[in-house]
C-alpha cells in the first residue's frame, strides 16, 4: 500500500490543481498561454501584436472548462489546461480537432460514428510553464517533449515502483522532479474537469510524441487521423474515457488511483462502476 500510494504523496506534496473559474484565474491561463505560444515558442499564427493585452484566447475558451496546476513549494503556475465542451442545443457544433484535420479521419474507425457528443469534450491548450522544462531541449516545446527522448526507458522503473527521482533547478537545490513529468500532473486536472462534466470521450490534437509519453503512464489514445500540419506536426486522437481508464487500471494501478482519486471521480457513473465490480472480482 505504501508504495501504491506513493505517488498521489508525491503529487500532493508538490502540485494542486485549481478550477480557473474566476476572471483573474481565467487571465492567468491566457498570459501562460500567450507567453508560452506567442513569445517563446513563437508559433506561427500565434503573433504578440494580434493579442495586445498580452492574454491568448480566442471563441472556444466561451465553452470551456479550465484548470491551473499549482507547484506548492513555489506558489508558481506549473501550467494549464482546458478542455472545450459540447455546445448546449447545438450538437452539430464542431470542436477544433474536426475543423482542422475532420476532412483527414480515419473512415473505417467505427468509434467516430456514434459519438456521443453531448459527453464529448476536447483537450485543448495543454502547456507546461517555462520553469518546469528546463532540460536540453524541452524549453522549444509547450508540454515540455523533446522528440528524441525515449520517454519508456526513461519513466521505466517509476511506472512499475512509483519511487521518486530528482533533479536539480537552475543551480538551485530545488527538486522538482520528484514527481513524474509534469504533464501527468496536467493530466490530473484532465480527469477531474471531465468528470465533472459528465464526459464520456476525449477528443485531442497532439503530436505524436506527447502520446508517446502518455502511452508511458498507460494512457491511451486512438489515432483518428494522419499526421497533419496544425501550427507544427498534430494528429487526432480519440479516447473512450472508460477504455482509457481500465487499461491505466491494469497496466499503472498507482496512476489510476490518482487519477480517479481512486475511483471517486467516476462512482456514479454506470460504466465506470460496472468496471469496478468486474475489476475487483
Known amino acids: ?69 499549482i507547484h506548492k513549494p513555489s506558489g508558481k503556475i506549473a501550467g494549464t489546461v482546458r478542455i472545450i465542451l459540447p455546445m448546449p442545443g447545438n450538437s452539430g457544433a464542431q470542436f477544433p480537432i474536426e475543423e482542422f484535420a475532420g476532412n483527414s479521419f480515419y473512415t473505417d474507425n467505427v468509434s467516430l460514428r456514434n459519438l456521443p457528443r453531448s459527453q464529448l469534450g476536447e483537450i485543448s491548450r495543454l502547456i507546461i510553464a517555462p520553469e518546469f522544462r528546463e532540460r536540453k ?23 512499475e515502483s512509483y519511487l521518486p527521482w530528482k533533479v536539480r533547478s537552475s543551480g538551485k537545490n530545488i527538486q522538482r522532479r520528484e514527481f513524474p513529468h509534469t504533464i501527468l500532473g496536467l493530466f490530473v486536472a484532465v480527469v477531474r474537469m471531465s468528470a465533472e462534466n459528465n464526459l464520456t470521450h476525449w477528443y485531442a490534437g497532439m503530436e505524436p510524441v506527447c502520446a508517446r509519453l502518455l502511452q508511458t503512464f498507460g494512457i491511451r489514445f486512438t489515432p483518428i487521423s494522419p499526421i497533419v500540419d496544425y501550427y507544427g506536426a498534430c494528429q487526432g486522437y480519440l479516447g473512450n474515457i472508460s477504455d482509457v481508464l481500465s487499461e491505466i487500471y491494469q497496466t499503472n494501478r498507482g496512476i489510476w488511483i490518482l487519477l480517479t482519486n481512486d475511483s471517486v471521480l467516476f462512482s456514479h457513473y454506470d460504466w465506470f462502476y460496472k468496471i469496478n465490480q468486474s475489476m475487483h472480482a
Open 1 to 69: 500500500m505504501e508504495t501504491k500510494n506513493n505517488l498521489i504523496f508525491l503529487f500532493n506534496k508538490y502540485f494542486e490543481v485549481i478550477s480557473a473559474d474566476t476572471q483573474e484565474l481565467l487571465q492567468k491561463c491566457w498570459q501562460l498561454r500567450y507567453q508560452v505560444y506567442c513569445l517563446e515558442a513563437k508559433v506561427s499564427g500565434f503573433y504578440p501584436d494580434r493579442y495586445p493585452e498580452g492574454l491568448e484566447r480566442d471563441l472556444y475558451d466561451e465553452r470551456s472548462v479550465h484548470s491551473l496546476l
Open 137 to 159: 531541449g524541452e524549453s522549444l516545446n509547450a508540454q515540455g517533449l523533446t522528440k528524441n527522448t525515449d520517454y519508456f526507458t526513461e519513466y521505466r522503473n517509476q511506472c
